[in-house]
């Protein structure tokens, strides 16, 4: 064929051959551009068809107005049904519509919540179906959470109503609706509780479930009339039998409010009847079991309830909106809380109160998270973030604001004390590595967003806000700068959705009100605020001497030694903040200054005065720390070294100093023996609980770092066993806890001060036993003896239980204490054991040092019929992997058991990240570190949004490695002349 064609072409002429190949040449050239325009129009149209649903957000162009919802819960079969109307409004034409749904629930029961029936109508001016539309094609897309409405033809801007039906079972799970069970007098009773935040909306109904698409609800709910108390976010409007069996809730219409803050109940609970009513006519009640609802354990919540919701309404200068609140105590329960609105629901540990049978630190707990969540009532869902990367303002200010709440509710518990030693000092904790993140980091997928629910969002937000109200008001100034920019966001923004920004414009209006931008004073919030949220971690501010006249101070970042830095993040501000200031030079008047990035400040401070000291960062209310240099730090130590003088640090300055110069021994710019040293120093004048707490909690870091050590770390306990029998003895804690014969009454928290006079003999105690002092020891075991030969006569006082359970399991292991052991697993095991009881209980249970024992205990959290599945990852991370011992039967059990674990506990949001940081933060060896990476090397993507915790437990160990390697020998030292 080649060569008759060769032939051909050699009889054309040469012209003739010239204008072939032009005429192909001119074909290639058409052909190429017409490909080309072909691939290029293909490249563009490609992606509009179908990037709208696999984008994980939702379009804008259509937007909900309202929900009218119907949905029937058949307990006994555990299926419900539901069916809705949608009221939208299209604002820019489209041919397809999105709603989320969630059509798997539970790797361990996998079933699909079924979309039965979908239509379409165009809505008139009367709000009246006039047009229905065809549907091409309907599906679900299962990466995103999407139901896909393909319409046969385009729908134009207008207002629309969606309509679906559905059917899906009631899991046993811990999101969305769903199940869980208890024995109430040898009866199986079944009670229906939700948590829909942050994306579990979804698997009740179709729906817009981002937080920026507000819409009003109308509900009606179904359900067996076995099951008498139904609740749901607004109040009942009527109740209609249907039948013998079953009955119809009709609810009042919601407010405004976004998806996640849908909350539903159906039991057969008991509530606080009659409700208490506050002085604007919101109606309060406690809901849960029939028993302890009976036995007045509602009482305390409700009151406090009723007097936060009105201190609230002072502090935002807005009315709650709703007309009734109610809180339940739910049997499983995976966070502490949720602020559903108007229908919040707890762990029962946080919510139910026994003055007779519950510790001081339980009515604590009460309280905060009762105050925590009625915060969010205003700030979360009056106004809500836009999108989850500012889940932080929800949760930073609820975490604020909740101890305003407590102490109006409990003045005389100085509830303040507290604030750094939580907050700031949880914060710094994740805060110190380079696998945290900046308080506002943008989010997509899923595990991304769930991951935000942690200590930066609550405890840094915090921090940052008591940070704010110091430079927009100033320590002992009577002025309320901050409280009203706040007043005036929540007023701007109410029943709508915000960002961050929009916060910063409303302090920075404030904070510069009457100051022209030019002006030397002025100060650009939004730039200060961002510095601190747009980027992660915290400064050290370095204080030296410049010379005779002046000091100079200075930034920088502060990181754990030996942090990795090959996860590290870039910082849009290079990581310098603008670093407000307060100080005092001797006994001399509060000052302030700003010390801004990438520059130095210089005080005057007059060196030739030998007596003259500096403090800085008054009350501990700046989130940094300071580091004095050697002079500074000398002048300081050699003031408060003087019981006069001590006490003029403040209760929180005091507990801060401590932390700051352990944070920083542990980075490696100071040694122990400074630590040391403030140790001895603070024990001869302190008597305050929280800085002595704060003491303790270094001493036990310390005993922690070098826990494989083990000889060495029991010559370190017993250095610091005299501290616990000197404070024992101080604290006359001998008169309320004894062995036998009358018990004095503790301190009364309504007396002033009494409730931290409690505590601390209550810490005392504790303390004296865990460091082995004898007198303490002996009565611990006992009053156990004495209780458990009694079949639970001779009880302990409730503030004492922990402390002689805890005594009696970390005992050296004999077959009387695995009896013990045995006795006390009986107990939490017992129906009639209240929640709160058998969380000190699970913490004694992980102590006992028998490997076998551990074991055993670690798979019976696998069995939901023993433990409860809210309870078992904080069992198998909290109580079992406490000590050294259970720390390693706690990785082995991980190792053998992940692929379980991950399937039976994925809906667990907040217990995952306790479970992977208690087991692995604490190890300290280089080759538990690499068997730790070497495990999790192929399962990453199986961590969901517990990857982050993970990250951080590497830090953490790195940290630990890096710190024995600086610092072991240093204690060694320190206990060199102490025996065994």
């Known amino acids: 064929m080649f060569e008759a064609a060769k032939k051909t072409w050699s009889t054309f002429t040469r012209d003739t051959k010239r204008a072939i190949l032009a005429i192909m040449g001119l074909t290639l050239v058409l052909a190429i551009v017409v490909i080309a325009t072909v691939s290029k129009s293909a490249s563009i149209k490609r992606p509009k068809a179908m990037t709208i649903w696999e984008d994980i957000r939702l379009p804008t162009t259509v937007v909900p107005t309202h929900y009218d919802v119907k949905l029937k819960i058949d307990m006994t079969n555990e299926r419900f049904t539901g069916s809705e109307d949608v009221h939208v409004e299209i604002t820019e034409t489209t041919s397809v519509l999105l709603v989320h749904i969630n059509n798997v629930h539970s790797k361990t029961q996998g079933y699909e919540m079924n979309v039965t029936d979908h239509s379409v109508h165009r809505l008139n001016d009367k709000g009246e179906t006039s047009d229905t539309f065809s549907v091409e094609h309907a599906f679900p897309y299962s990466k995103n959470n999407f139901f896909v409405m393909k319409m046969e033809k385009d729908l134009e801007p207008g207002n629309y109503k969606l309509y679906f039906e559905w059917e899906s079972r009631l899991v046993r799970g811990l999101d969305g609706i769903y199940i869980s069970s208890y024995e109430e007098d040898g009866v199986q009773k079944k009670v229906l509780a939700s948590q829909m935040e942050p994306l579990a909306a979804r698997k009740v109904m179709p729906c817009f479930d981002e937080p920026n698409f507000k819409a009003n609800f109308s509900m009606e709910i179904t359900a067996e009339k076995i099951y008498p108390v139904v609740l749901w976010n607004m109040p009942v409007k009527n109740e209609t039998d249907v039948d013998t069996d079953w009955k119809k809730y009709t609810f009042d219409t919601s407010v405004k409010m976004s998806t996640y803050l849908l909350a539903f109940v159906v039991a057969d609970f008991k509530c606080t009847d009659p409700p208490l009513e506050t002085t604007n006519g919101v109606k309060v009640r406690t809901c849960g079991r029939k028993g302890p609802v009976t036995d007045g354990e509602d009482t305390y919540s409700a009151e406090i309830t009723k007097t936060i919701i009105e201190e609230y309404e002072t502090f935002y200068g807005t009315k709650f909106p709703l007309r009734k609140i109610d809180s339940v105590a739910v049997p499983d329960f995976s966070a502490g809380a949720m602020e559903n609105w108007g229908l919040i629901l707890y762990r029962e540990t946080a919510l139910l109160y026994n003055e007779e049978k519950d510790t001081y630190s339980n009515k604590a707990r009460v309280n905060t998270v009762v105050a925590h969540e009625l ?31 407590t102490d109006k509710s409990e003045p005389n518990w100085h509830y303040f004390d507290f604030q750094t030693y939580s907050d700031k000092s949880r914060a710094f904790a994740i805060d110190s590595y380079t696998s945290s993140r900046p308080t506002s980091i943008a989010v997509s997928k899923p595990d991304d967003i769930n991951a935000q629910f942690d200590s930066i969002s609550y405890s840094k937000g915090s921090a940052m806000l008591v940070q704010a109200k110091m430079f927009m008001d100033g320590t002992g100034k009577d002025t309320e700068n901050f409280e009203n920019a706040i007043r005036n966001y929540v007023m701007k ?25 030019t002006a030397e ?13 747009l980027q992660m971690n915290f400064p050290v501010v370095d204080v030296r001497r410049y010379d005779e006249n002046h000091v100079v101070i200075s930034q920088r970042r502060f990181l754990i030694s030996d942090s990795d830095s090959s996860g590290d993040k870039d910082s849009p501000y290079g990581y310098q903040w603008y670093v407000p200031i307060e100080y005092k030079i001797g006994n001399d008047s509060v000052q302030f200054v700003w010390l801004k990035p990438n520059s130095t400040e210089l005080i005057e401070f007059d060196f030739t005065d030998t007596a003259n000291f500096l403090r800085l960062n008054l009350n501990s209310a700046g989130y940094y720390i300071v580091n004095f240099n050697y002079d500074l730090n000398t002048r300081l130590l050699n003031y408060l070294d003087d019981a006069v003088n001590y006490k003029k640090l403040t209760t929180s300055e005091a507990q801060g100093m401590m932390y700051d110069t352990f944070l920083l021994i542990s980075e490696g710019s100071k040694p122990m023996s400074e630590g040391l040293n403030l140790i001895d120093l603070m024990l001869k004048y302190e008597d305050r609980l929280v800085p002595l707490k704060e003491i303790s909690r270094q001493i036990s870091g310390v005993s922690k770092h070098i826990s494989e050590n083990e000889g060495l770390n029991k010559k370190w306990k017993n250095r610091y066993q005299k501290v616990a029998a000197d404070l024992y003895t101080s ?10 014969g009358v018990e004095e009454e503790l301190p009364k928290d309504e007396d002033d001060g009494g409730f931290q006079k409690r505590l601390k003999v209550v810490f005392a105690v504790n303390m004296a036993c865990g460091y082995g002092v004898q007198e303490c020891v002996e009565t611990a075991t006992a009053k156990f003896d004495a209780w458990n030969k009694t079949s639970g006569e001779n009880e302990p006082k409730a503030e004492f239980k922990a402390t002689v359970m805890n005594t009696v399991m970390s005992k050296d292991v004999t077959d009387d204490v695995k009896e013990q052991w045995a006795a006390l697993w009986g107990l939490y095991t017992n129906p009639a054991t209240s929640a709160s009881a058998k969380q000190t209980i699970y913490y004694a249970l992980g102590l006992i040092q028998d490997e076998d024992t551990l074991l055993k205990f670690s798979n019976y959290c696998l069995d939901s019929t023993l433990v409860r599945p809210s309870d078992a990852l904080y069992i198998l991370g909290r109580s079992i992997a406490q000590t050294r011992l259970g720390r390693h039967v706690s990785w082995k059990f991980l ?3 992940w692929g379980r674990i991950t399937e039976e506990f994925t809906d667990a949001l907040f217990a995952v990240d306790a479970y992977i940081a208690g087991v692995l933060s604490d190890f300290s060896e280089k080759q538990d570190l690499d068997d730790i990476e070497e495990f999790f090397a192929d399962k990453l993507d199986s961590l ?34 102490l025996g065994d």
Do not use: C
Request: net charge negative; aromatic share 16%.
């Open 521 to 533: 004073d002025y100060m650009n919030i939004v730039e200060v605020m961002n510095t601190w949220t």
């Open 731 to 740: 604290t006359e804690a001998s008169k309320y806890f004894k062995s036998s």
């Open 375 to 405: 915060a969010h009532q205003w700030f979360g869902n009056l106004v809500t973030m836009k999108w989850w990367n500012d889940l932080w303002l929800n949760e930073g200010f609820a975490s604020y604001v909740e101890w305003i709440g």
């Open 944 to 977: 969901g949004p517990g990857r982050a915790a993970y990250e951080s437990a590497l830090q953490s160990i790195r940290g630990n490695i890096a710190w024995r390697k600086e610092h072991e020998a240093a204690v060694e030292e320190a206990v060199a002349d």
């Open 493 to 517: 923004y109410q029943f709508s959705n915000a960002e961050q920004s929009e916060l910063y414009e409303e302090l920075n209006k404030v904070y510069n009100e009457g100051k022209e931008e």
């Open 895 to 897: 190792t053998d058991n």
